[in-house]
């Protein structure tokens, strides 16, 4: 069975710190896995998007991984800024036949002053 | 270019009540998808289209119909609403091909069935 797991659950750090988030995935055939940054109310908007090949992609202070031998990924926030605050999913892709999208749970990240 | 827009943005039905939930985009996408997100758990796919005047089911299509009669809009529709419906609905578009199958995302429309 296709599925995504993510942890932490949720996140408390201050402005500032650094973190990771995790993201384990069991999908086949594996297309492409791409992170999502979620504000309270908004729809899902695209981070990074990383194919087999690809090891580390970055944009911003936030940086990606994959390995894709392990099947996991991990998104690295540098710096964290209050408007860090938000819900990150972990989207792997799957292309068989149809393109299908396994979404995870999502990790809840709080950055305080 | 607004990209994917959803009406109504809150919605509150009693039981038994119908709606229609419209999406609408101007990127010219192939393909549009209808989620439902619930507490704890991932986006989970409703239904689905590919072009206009298709549709397919998804993960969860039971209680919603949809109808795809132009290209730019997907209707989603709960014919008899139930408290299970009770959710943040997400619509999402993506072209056919490139862009690594990116799905850009529509603000959400929340329902509440009581």
């Known amino acids: 069975k296709n599925q995504v797991e993510q942890s932490p659950q949720s996140l408390i750090i201050l402005e500032g710190k650094n973190c990771t988030l995790q993201c384990n995935y069991t999908v086949s055939p594996f297309s492409n896995l791409r992170w999502y940054k979620q504000d309270t109310g908004r729809g899902p908007v695209s981070l990074t998007i990383m194919t087999f090949s690809e090891n580390t992609k970055s944009n911003g202070r936030y940086t990606a991984t994959l390995d894709a031998d392990t099947k996991q990924s991990s998104l690295h926030i540098t710096a964290s800024q209050l408007s860090d605050s938000a819900s990150y999913i972990c989207?792997?892709?799957?292309?068989?036949?149809?393109?299908?999208?396994?979404f995870g749970t999502g990790t809840r990240l709080k950055v305080l002053a | 270019n607004a990209g994917v827009t959803q009406t109504p943005k809150f919605r509150v039905l009693k039981t038994g009540q119908s709606m229609t939930l419209l999406c609408a985009q101007d990127m010219n996408h192939e393909y549009m998808y209808w989620y439902r997100q619930d507490p704890g758990m991932g986006l989970r796919l409703i239904h689905y289209?590919?072009?206009?005047?298709?549709?397919a089911k998804g993960e969860v299509p039971d209680g919603y119909n949809v109808s795809r009669l132009k290209k730019q809009n997907f209707l989603l529709g709960l014919e008899s609403a139930a408290p299970s419906q009770t959710s943040v609905y997400f619509c999402?578009?993506?072209?056919?091909?490139?862009?690594?199958?990116?799905?850009?995302f529509g603000p959400g429309t929340r329902l509440t069935v009581t």
């Open positions: 989207v792997v892709s799957a292309l068989s036949g149809t393109y299908k999208y396994i």
């Open positions: 289209s590919v072009g206009e005047g298709t549709t």
């Open positions: 999402a578009s993506r072209t056919l091909r490139g862009s690594g199958y990116e799905q850009y």
